[in-house]
């Protein structure tokens, strides 16, 4: 089962920042964040992700709460080509059978003209 | 760079029949993993493969899926007999290792009638 809880929409107007939330309050510590998205009719795409520090990349940033029991995907300037759904996984640093991707129903984020 | 092929892209098939999925994974990538999506819901892991040895197949529906790697590059996953809850995307994935980030094919959609 997935270690996450996420909105299951959001909306968003092309051109503004798209905050995108996540609660895992039971994560652990060798346990990362991982931000993966989907475009209709593709398969996910990763993103980026994350395990105590703030990290930022090409695609977006990801804000990790001092406790880590909650994280926001950043996408700074949203175009329409963001729309997608956007999941949000814990994943331990290596090994043991939790170490697999798990992914749960994640958000649907529709960016509008 | 070539991403992860997968064919076909569509099949619809009537219950009790096979079928075969078929996946190239980035060259160089050890890690290769089959996920089942249906529809509404995020992609389950059925089964990871490293090089051609199996890492976890536990959720892999042993009793009419199978799939191999036989020489740690293409693989294949087989359905006999298809029942009609087995509808959905199969989507194959790999990385460089087990730790690193997956990068998915588009998916294979399945109708079984």
């Known amino acids: 089962d997935a270690k996450t809880t996420q909105p299951p929409s959001m909306d968003c107007a092309e051109g503004r920042a798209a905050n995108l939330p996540c609660n895992h309050s039971t994560i652990s510590g060798n346990e990362y964040v991982y931000w993966y998205r989907q475009i209709h009719s593709q398969g996910p795409q990763y993103i980026i992700h994350?395990?105590?520090n703030n990290e930022t990349n090409e695609m977006a940033s990801l804000i990790i709460t001092e406790d880590r029991k909650s994280s926001t995907l950043i996408l700074p300037h949203a175009t329409l080509r963001d729309t997608a759904v956007y999941y949000c996984i814990v994943r331990p640093l290596s090994g043991g059978s939790n170490y697999k991707l798990t992914f749960g129903k994640g958000t649907l984020l529709t960016v509008n003209p | 760079e070539a991403g992860v092929a997968q064919s076909p892209r569509y099949k619809i098939i009537e219950k009790r029949q096979s079928v075969a999925f078929w996946c190239n994974p980035i060259s160089g990538h050890a890690t290769l993993y089959w996920y089942q999506q249906i529809l509404g819901q995020g992609p389950k892991l059925l089964i990871q493969f490293q090089n051609n040895g199996v890492v976890d197949d536990s959720q892999l529906p042993k009793d009419r899926f199978s799939a191999e790697r036989l020489k740690g590059v293409d693989s294949t996953l087989k359905i006999q007999p298809a029942k009609l809850e087995d509808s959905a995307v199969y989507l194959c994935?790999?990385?460089?290792?087990?730790?690193?980030?997956?990068?998915f094919g588009s998916g294979t959609q399945l109708s079984v009638l």
């Open positions: 994350g395990l105590k």
């Open positions: 994935a790999s990385s460089f290792g087990t730790d690193e980030k997956l990068f």
